[in-house]
């Protein structure tokens, strides 16, 4: 019985929302029992759209020791990461899909962060949205491809003349909460002591 009381309200639903006389419903609070259910089943039509909200807890963050470039570093990364060296010389970062950043060491790159803004900006494929953090050596930044939106990171330190730069992996589709967590283990980067 509950098989069917659950099909009829979803072919109702649909009737219901595809019926142009029936769009203020929120307003108008049809009694359920006219439908055919039974009277302690509780439900509210309502002519706004549904969204669904997730909630996910911060991954527990722990400190991470990586060497790039013969120059040892601390910083926070969530629990489990793995550092990974590349052969052309970066350093990832990965904690599953959701967190992946990519360390560089440069020497003297005094324009980096004005390079890396116009390369950005002037992307005909992944074009710029907006900044949402647009400082002098950290930028965060929503993107859209093919009618998706993604976040990006870039952030730099300096060590002596060695520039040690911090970004996303590129490839990944990264949310807004996935990328502010990726900078604020950017952001914790320290020479070891």
């Not at 890396?116 to 930028?139: H, M, S, T």
Request: hydrophobic share 40%; proline share 2%.
């Amino acid at each position: 019985m509950k098989i069917i009381n659950l099909f009829l309200l979803v072919v109702m639903f649909f009737v219901i929302s595809s019926t142009s006389e029936n769009k203020h419903l929120g307003a108008n609070q049809q009694n359920i029992q006219n439908f055919g259910l039974s009277s302690h089943t509780n439900f509210t039509f309502s002519d706004k759209s549904m969204a669904a909200t997730v909630q996910t807890k911060s991954p527990v963050m722990q400190s991470l020791n990586v060497a790039v470039d013969d120059i040892k570093l601390t910083l926070m990364a969530p629990k489990g990461a793995k550092i990974m060296k590349n052969s052309w010389g970066s350093v990832e970062i990965h904690a599953g899909k959701t967190f992946q950043i990519q360390l560089w060491a440069f020497q003297d790159e005094n324009n980096m962060m004005a390079e890396i803004k116009k390369e950005i900006e002037n992307n005909d494929i992944n074009r710029l949205q907006r900044y949402l953090i647009n400082n002098p050596n950290i930028i965060l930044y929503e993107s859209n491809i093919f009618h998706r939106s993604e976040f990006h990171l870039f952030t730099y330190k300096m060590f002596g003349n060695t520039l040690l730069s911090c970004e996303n992996v590129k490839g990944e589709f990264f949310s807004e909460p996935e990328a502010r967590l990726m900078l604020e283990s950017c952001l914790s980067i320290a020479k070891k002591k």
